[in-house]
Structures are given as structure tokens and as C-alpha cells.
Nanobody, 119 residues
Framework: QVHLVESGGGLVQPGGSLRLSCAASRSLFSIYAMGWYRQAPGKRREFVAGITSGSNTNYADSVKGRFTFSEDGAKSTVYLQMNSLKPEDTARYYC?????????????WGQGTQVTVSS
């Protein structure tokens, strides 16, 4: 199992920046994949950015060039640096971790952190 705690959300003006953090309760090296998702009111949860063990970081087209996913193994923490924020980025952002047990995958989610982009 892994416990995830997000932080760093808030209210920001269009064009501004925020950095989200997600602290995991175990070493990142023991986690198969980690990523960020978001869900706006009335919409489905969507993938934002993430990485799978041994692979490159992937980004949703809507955030490419503006958001950056990074990891700090020593702190068991992943980050999402969000620049040039737009009103359409407003959503609750969730951290996700996938653990492997044999051939099966288990998803774990944090409680989410709210990001509101508004003037």
C-alpha cells in the first residue's frame, strides 16, 4: 500500500504559477507509476502528467510546454510545476500511484488539492 498527500493548491490569476507536491508514504523506487490527474466540476477525471518506471514522462496535450512533472526520490515526493495557468486549468488535482502485485495493478489516490485560476 501507499498513502499519498497532496499540497500546494490555491487561487492564482491567469498567467500565474503554482507548484503542487505529492508526498508518498514509501520509496518512489517501489512504485510502478506515478502521475497527476485533475477533475473539474461536471467533468471526468483526466490525466495531466506522469511517469512509469523506466519510461519517459508523459503529458496531456493541453498542458505540454506549461506543466512540468518531477520527482525527488530522497523525499519520496513528486511535483507538478504549473506555469502560464489558464482558467480552464481550474480543477481538483489528484496524485495517483500504481503498485504492482504479480500481474495485477492497484491504484492509489490522494485526497486532492484545489487549483482555481481566476482574475
Amino acid at each position: 500500500q501507499v498513502h499519498l498527500v497532496e499540497s500546494g493548491g490555491g487561487l492564482v490569476q491567469p498567467g500565474g504559477s503554482l507548484r503542487l507536491s505529492c508526498a508518498a508514504s514509501r520509496s518512489l523506487f517501489s512504485i510502478y507509476a506515478m502521475g497527476w490527474y485533475r477533475q473539474a466540476p461536471g467533468k471526468r477525471r483526466e490525466f495531466v502528467a506522469g511517469i512509469t518506471s523506466g519510461s519517459n514522462t508523459n503529458y496531456a496535450d493541453s498542458v505540454k510546454g506549461r506543466f512540468t512533472f518531477s520527482e525527488d526520490g530522497a523525499k519520496s515526493t513528486v511535483y507538478l510545476q504549473m506555469n502560464s495557468l489558464k482558467p480552464e486549468d481550474t480543477a481538483r488535482y489528484y496524485c495517483n500511484a500504481i503498485m504492482l502485485t504479480g500481474a495485477s495493478e492497484t491504484d492509489y489516490w490522494g485526497q486532492g488539492t484545489q487549483v482555481t485560476v481566476s482574475s
